[in-house]
């Protein structure tokens, strides 16, 4: 069956304070792996897909990266801006999406 | 940001009663979804489709029914609502053209009585 794990469920930082949120999946015909933010009220928000193992990807303060098990998103000096909960999604064969529960991150001024 | 739209945003209905959800897209993307969002559960595929007329099940498909007439329409029926059917409904769209991304819509509130 497959399953996309996230952790941890919720993450309070310092402003400044770095830290990663870890993505984990057991997919059978895995195409991709996408991370997205969610504001309060609001629809998820894309910030990358990562297609191969080995890859990287940034976006000003966030960072993401991809191994055969499980990514990470990276957050480098965080500002109260950046508070939201993060999704982990998997894409498969077929072009379906299966999310994981998400990591609650809030960033203390 | 991305021309997905829903509506409507917000829907209070009674137990028994058919809803209609539409999701409407300026991006011309080829797939389409829809998830609900419950406490605990993340979001969870219900049906997507993947082409005018062509659609398939997703993991809680149950009560369930879609529609896509046009490529930039995606309804979503609930036959006949349940109480377990209170939810936020989200719809999200997806192209294999670069830059692959997926977009999702603002969300549709459904408080079933």
């Known amino acids: 069956e497959d399953q996309v794990t996230q952790s941890p469920e919720a993450l309070r930082l310092q402003e400044g304070e770095s830290s990663s949120l870890n993505c984990s999946y057991t997919?059978?015909?895995?195409?991709?792996l996408f991370w997205y933010r969610q504001d309060p009220g609001k629809g998820p928000e894309f910030l990358f897909t990562?297609?191969?193992a080995g890859e990287e990807k940034e976006k000003e303060r966030l960072k993401a990266t991809l191994t055969k098990k499980e990514s990470f998103l990276h957050i480098t000096a965080p500002k109260p801006e950046d508070s939201a909960t993060y999704l982990c999604?998997?894409?498969?064969?077929?072009?379906?999406?299966?999310f994981g529960t998400g990591t609650s991150l809030t960033v203390i001024p | 940001d991305a021309g997905i739209t829903q509506s409507p945003r917000h829907k209070v209905t009674e137990t028994g009663t058919p809803v209609t959800l539409r999701c409407h897209q300026t991006?011309?993307?080829?797939?389409m979804y829809w998830y609900r969002q419950d406490p605990g559960h993340g979001l969870r595929l219900i049906h997507y489709?993947?082409?005018?007329?062509?659609?398939d099940k997703g993991e809680v498909s149950d009560g369930y029914s879609v529609s896509r007439s046009k490529t930039e329409d995606f309804l979503l029926t609930l036959e006949s609502a349940t109480s377990s059917q209170t939810s936020v409904y989200f719809c999200?769209?997806?192209?294999?053209?670069?830059?692959?991304?997926?977009?999702f819509g603002p969300g549709t509130r459904l408080t079933v009585t």
């Open positions: 999604a998997v894409q498969v064969t077929g072009n379906q999406f299966y």
């Open positions: 997919v059978s015909g895995l195409r991709g």
């Open positions: 990562l297609y191969s």
């Open positions: 991006e011309n993307h080829r797939y």
């Open positions: 489709s993947y082409g005018v007329k062509d659609t």
């Open positions: 999200a769209t997806w192209d294999q053209r670069f830059p692959y991304e997926q977009y």
